[in-house]
């Protein structure tokens, strides 16, 4: 792991906001304890920053326990718990805990996806957007996993930009990402020669298909189980994921809407009704209260 660029990078996450089913937030907090925490805070041990955005409305046990696990975390004292009322409040939140710093390196990583401890050795420290390709697809609940090759994911994305540019970058999407940073003249590179460096992760409480999606890896003919090496390279806390395992087979799926989907209207007025955030945000958690079937 290179340590060295690791004062100048800033990981955020969003956990559960606009969410108010408990039993949705207890499946993903023990994920994001066997995955994404693990894997994240070994930079933080080294420097590295990490902002986990919440919902200012989070439930009190799950709160405490998303706390206690961070606590508990390497390098916790650089892991930030920031509640939110809307997401909307996200921009300029980061913009606020980076304006002290020259340049920052930004990286969004889901609270169900994973890092190689070499994810930075190959990122320039000048100002501009580094993708790196190459990846795993992973079945959680199998513990399977096939090749991905996909640029501009969240996860797989570095940008070193100047503070003037944070809340902007916040506001766009992965998949525009790339056109974003050439239009503000920042160059842009593509790691093709870049070993697998993330874990994109499948699993029932996913926004996206997980039905079609476990079945495509079960029957890729590149398929493999995670090694005890990969598992160590990515961070993964094999005994927690073997617990949450347990858990994913007795956890109905999502209803037909997407989480997402639910909020996405409410927060797009909440950018032109600020005045109005707390009605908006009642909405939003009313609307996510019965995700799972059989709520």
Known sequence: MDTSKL?????????????????WLDFRLALFQAVTLPSI???????????????????????????HAVHRAPGSVNIRIEPLDMMVQMRPRMESLVA????????????DDALSDDFFDLMPREPGLVTLPHGFEVIWADQVHRPKTHPFLSM??????????????????????????RAQGLPVSVLDEAPPTYVYGRHPLAD?????????VMEDPQKADFTRRQIRRFGIDRRALSEWSQLARRTP??????????????????????????????????STSELLQGD
């Open 7 to 23: 004062s100048s990078t800033v990981f955020y996450t969003r956990f559960g906001l606009g969410v108010s089913d408990t039993q």
């Open 41 to 67: 805070s070994r930079f933080c041990a080294h420097g590295a920053q990490w902002v986990v955005f919440t919902d200012t409305r989070l439930p009190p046990a799950q709160d405490n326990s998303l706390r």
């Open 100 to 111: 002290d710093r020259d340049l920052v390196t930004l990286v969004k990583i889901d609270d």
């Open 156 to 181: 797989n994305t570095a940008a070193t930009l100047p503070p003037h540019l944070v809340r902007d970058f916040v506001r766009v999407s992965h998949s525009a990402v790339g056109k974003w940073a």
């Open 208 to 216: 996206t298909g997980y039905a079609d999606h476990r079945r495509a």
């Open 253 to 286: 799926g999502l209803k037909q809407a997407k989480t997402w989907e639910l909020s996405h209207a409410l927060n797009r007025a909440s950018l032109e009704h600020l005045d109005q955030v707390e009605a908006l945000h009642q909405q939003i958690w009313e």
